[in-house]
């Protein structure tokens, strides 16, 4: 373990929204891009020298070698410095850190998984992971919200999956008023969730989203038969290593970066501090 | 473990030898009532009588500040660092002691952190044995007493130092200066029983710590937190002379014109109002009383689930430095109440 990054090259920036980007690094040493192996829901420290360094989860599947996606919000000292690093330019990595989601266990069952916001990032790397492996699922349904039809992220993609038919992927807005093309949901996430029809007695969840968010996510939940122990949420916390010793990411006894940050529900209210 | 006796007059003798082979850190007075490590220069300098210093040894083997690596223009990282000489801290307490323990296993969860673990590595330990003052609470915390960490440890009798060599190093540091030990006798073993008996006599100040995890959580509502904090000056001074307090910040230090920069840590405290500020604004621990409260709980359970034992030492420096005159004493009797 090392506070040490290792050097990467922005290969590719895409604007999702007026806030939100897509970011494409790749590794300046070959070995490192076939070394660099992760599991959805784990994230990377993101240095830009001079400034400082992030947490940010990663957004790419573990599947696509030889480069890693960050989908990042500019909002603070080290984003905002990035948002002005022209490609081609270089940045520090480390990771990947945390637990990510255990897809071991989630695979062979229902899995739902439960977007909000920018809590599509680390969502979009189980997805990718699913559907590089469709069959090792039963029944998958994406339910996405976000505040309207400009801020939903990964357009384009997510209207592929809605129209697949082995998924069932729904998407909807607090509000379309800004936007009369849009023809979906307008409403909350948890009706989505009834509309999915899925039994979810036996179904593992992914959640993540704004803080707001959750409380009624896993409302719903509860009230659909879903057990504590396959709600899966992921947490935020400051964080200043990544590796369990820095103290910032603690919640009562654990480290959010090396325990979590994914947390089933059931965890999550076994530490004080949370609710 | 090998037991020995040291005359205390030839006490001078031994530490020029180590002072010889390795680097030797000490304990000096520095004012009139404050005490601090220090590398040795000569024997009457020593303290061989202080209670605690003012810092912890902590920083010996986690520095306030260190540069992590530097970086260029075109990015290219430079970690490399003078090798470090092998030192000998001498005169350490069995509270401080302990607190080294637990810093191993803070640094080690999770993976071994290599800025900790090049110093610790190249750092061996003479201990002492103390009397307690008012403020020593390391009967209750059980780290009055240490059997491990330690390479050699004296306790110190009438006319000689009873000397417990624990490790190979010991031994090495010994025959430094060989004509100096000798093997205990019928009457110095007795008198070591006996001291043990007066020290552990002497302690005043007692903190009932049965089942205290299950208390603080237990108590998490309770006024006492909103009450204490108002006091608090949220001034970390407990965090920075606390001999377990391992938090620590990350940042860069860039030279604009030059066109490089620094990465550094340091220390940080969770009394810090933006300790667990996030961007975008929210924090996590916004109020004086959540920050409170999470020193305490951190220390008394957090570490505890993790290890096995609470993180605090028993050696009384928070309760001496705090300039609010908090003490967890006190603090953890109203919780009792």
């Known amino acids: ?27 300046k040493e070959e070995q490192m891009r076939e070394k660099f192996h992760f599991q959805p829901g784990q994230f990377v420290m993101l240095s830009i020298f001079g400034v400082g360094e992030a947490p940010i989860s990663i957004t790419s599947g573990p599947d696509e070698k030889g480069f890693i996606d960050l989908c990042v919000r500019k909002a603070g000292r080290v984003t905002t410095a990035l948002y002005s690093l022209e490609e081609n330019g270089k940045v520090g990595i480390r990771g990947p850190f945390g637990n990510g989601y255990p897809v071991d266990k989630m695979r062979g069952g229902n899995l739902l998984i439960v977007a909000g916001g920018l809590g599509i ?69 948890t009706d989505l969730i009834d509309m999915t029809g899925m039994p979810l007695m036996d179904t593992s969840v992914a959640v993540c989203g704004p803080p707001g968010f959750y409380k009624y996510v896993l409302e719903k939940l509860l009230s659909l038969g879903c057990s ?48 | 473990m090998l037991f020995f006796t040291l005359k205390k007059d030839r006490l001078p003798e031994f530490l020029d030898a180590v002072d010889k082979r390795y680097k030797l850190i000490v304990p000096e007075q520095k004012g009139e009532k404050t005490y601090t490590f220090r590398q040795y220069t000569e ?4 303290s061989l009588e202080f209670i605690r210093t003012i810092i912890p040894p902590k920083k010996l083997i986690f520095p306030p500040v260190e ?59 003479i201990g002492l044995s103390c009397l307690p003052d008012k403020y ?48 205990p006798t019928k009457e110095e ?17 007692i903190m009932d710590t049965t089942n205290l995890a299950d208390l603080l959580t237990l108590e998490y509502k309770n006024d006492i937190w909103e009450e204490y904090s108002k006091r608090c000056l949220f001034c970390g001074s407990c965090v920075m002379v606390c001999p377990t307090c391992q938090c620590f910040d990350v940042y860069d230090s860039p030279d604009v ?12 405290a969770c009394m810090r109002k933006d300790y667990a500020l996030v961007t975008g604004g929210h924090n996590f621990r916004g109020t004086r009383p959540e920050r409170f409260r999470f020193r305490y709980l951190h220390k008394e359970t957090g570490f505890g689930e993790m290890h096995g034992k609470a993180s605090c030492t028993g050696c009384g420096r928070c309760s001496e430095t705090c300039p609010a005159g908090i003490d967890m004493v006190e603090v953890v009797r109203r919780i009792r109440e």
């Open chain 1, 121 to 189: 990032a680390p969502l979009r790397s189980l997805i990718r992971y699913v559907l590089w492996r469709r069959e090792a699922f039963k029944e998958v349904a994406i339910v996405y919200g976000t505040k309207n039809p400009a801020s939903l992220l990964f357009n384009e993609e997510m209207r592929e999956l809605v129209l697949r038919r082995d998924i069932k992927c729904l998407l909807t807005v607090d509000s379309a008023q800004d936007n009369e093309s849009w023809k979906g949901h307008v409403g909350s996430v």
């Open chain 2, 43 to 46: 024997f009457s300098k020593v």
């Open chain 2, 136 to 183: 020593c609470l390391c009967k209750s915390m059980h780290t009055d007493f240490i059997e491990s960490v330690y390479d050699i440890f004296l306790y110190t009798l009438d006319d000689v130092y009873m000397v417990s060599v624990r490790t190979a190093l010991g031994d090495d540091m010994l025959r430094l200066s060989p004509g100096l030990f000798n093997k």
């Open chain 2, 257 to 268: 014109i030059a066109g490089n920069s620094c990465r550094i840590r340091r220390w940080d």
């Open chain 1, 228 to 275: 504590k122990g396959k709600i899966y949420m992921s947490l935020e916390r400051r964080m200043e290593c990544g590796e369990g010793k820095c103290g910032h990411c603690v919640i009562g006894h654990k480290y959010t970066c090396i325990d979590g940050p994914i947390f089933t529900y059931w965890d999550a209210i076994n530490l004080p501090e949370i609710f």
């Open chain 1, 1 to 27: 373990m090392s506070l040490i990054p290792v050097i990467a090259r922005l290969e590719e920036k895409r604007a999702l929204d007026h806030n939100h980007s897509l970011f494409r690094f790749i590794f």
């Open chain 2, 67 to 125: 540069k992590l690596f530097s970086v260029d223009k075109e990015c290219r990282i430079d970690a490399s660092h003078e090798d470090e000489q092998f030192s000998v801290i001498f005169g350490l307490h069995p509270c401080d002691l302990h607190g080294i323990e637990i810093l191993d296993k803070a640094f080690s969860y999770g993976g071994r952190d290599t800025s900790y673990w090049r110093r610790r590595d190249k750092v061996g330990f």
């Open chain 2, 189 to 205: 073993i007795l008198e070591y029983k006996e001291r043990i008996q007066i020290r552990d006599s002497m302690f005043t100040r």
